[in-house]
């Protein structure tokens, strides 16, 4: 399928091409605000997934795809003063994720990048999350940080187009909450964003807002929270079908971000609380299946504790 039927019909396209295109308006934006450590980074995600990828092809059985949308999903997270080894291991860590569960789980829906980002972010103790403003080489606290180190409460220090815009520190390729707005367009158009997953997920950050009494549109007004929420926690693919567990998704992923932001945990608290609803979707999924599978299942653990007792018969000795 050639981009301009994408563009027709993108309903019908590969769903990994239609979630990586909603990212280019964020990297492009990234690239605008950072520049040449922006450009790294995103040689980093794509030199590592292809070769990945190309190592694999050698095998039996190779990917069906570069995996590429984990590799950029992870960086696009990272802080642009990050030592680039970080970003390499973030790209190398949500590769590697990807491909196992393609191949051992392919029904696990999650977003391996965002996972990848947090697993490194928590090995590293911070490393990952270093920002500087654009244009500078001088380490900064990203808008959140800035609020909870010197300010608090209702203030908002930072003016409120620079946040819409993402001309502030923060994530490599996730500032602009604008450009993420695009992505997000073309998720609805591509009939893979659920508008019901983001209205509960504002609505449940917008309700602890108010009873903190902090300032709605300082707190709101946020790229790297959109980045997570919209782009990659709202993609239909990986939500459950329920019609209950949708909004309820939205709803958790909201109170959790902002239940973490109380307790002194900045913008990564958006990356953490999407991380833990989806790896907790997996989860109650996975026991839901292994429940409507019992006998399957017994017969699997059955025939591996067989092929495990079986020993080899030992040579014979000399007579």
């Keep these: 399928m050639t981009l301009k039927q994408v563009g027709v019909d993108p309903a019908s396209a ?36 292809v070769i990945a990828y190309a190592a694999l092809r050698l095998r039996d059985k190779p990917p069906e795809g570069v ?26 860590v ?23 980002y947090v697993l490194v972010w928590l090995v590293s103790q911070g490393g990952t999350a270093a920002y500087v403003s654009p244009g500078s080489t001088t380490p900064g606290p990203e808008p959140i940080r800035l609020w909870l180190r010197y300010f608090g409460g209702a203030q908002a220090p930072i003016d409120p187009v620079r946040l819409y815009v993402g001309n502030v520190a923060g994530p490599v390729f996730a500032t602009s909450m604008l450009a993420v707005l695009v992505g997000a367009a073309w998720l609805w158009y591509s009939r893979r964003l659920s508008l ?44 459950p079908r329920s019609p209950i567990g949708r909004p309820l998704v939205g709803l958790v992923a909201g109170g959790t971000c902002m239940w973490l932001r109380a307790r002194g945990l900045a913008i990564e608290s958006a990356m953490a609380a999407m991380t833990t609803v989806q790896v907790g979707v997996v989860g109650v999924q996975g026991v839901g299946w292994l429940g409507r599978n019992r006998r399957q299942v017994r017969a699997r653990l059955h025939e591996i504790r067989s092929t495990a007792e079986v020993k080899p018969a030992l040579p014979a000795g000399p007579s």
């Design 14 to 49: 590969e769903p990994t091409l239609v979630a990586t295109l909603a990212l280019v308006p964020s990297i492009v934006a990234g690239i605008v605000f950072f520049r040449l450590v922006a450009v790294e980074m995103l040689g980093i995600a794509v030199v590592t997934a």
């Design 94 to 116: 949500a590769v590697g994720l990807e491909l196992a569960r393609d191949r051992y789980t392919p029904r696990a829906r999650l977003q391996t990048g965002l996972v990848a």
């Design 196 to 239: 019901l997953v983001v209205l509960t997920f504002l609505i449940g950050v917008t309700a602890l807002v108010v009873m903190a009494g902090w300032s709605p549109a300082y707190q709101l007004l946020s790229g790297p929270l959109w980045f997570t929420a919209a782009l990659l926690l709202a993609d239909r693919r990986d939500l």
């Design 67 to 92: 995996p590429l949308l984990p590799s950029l999903v992870g960086v696009a997270l990272v802080g642009p003063a990050a030592p680039l080894a970080w970003a390499a291991a973030v790209a190398l």
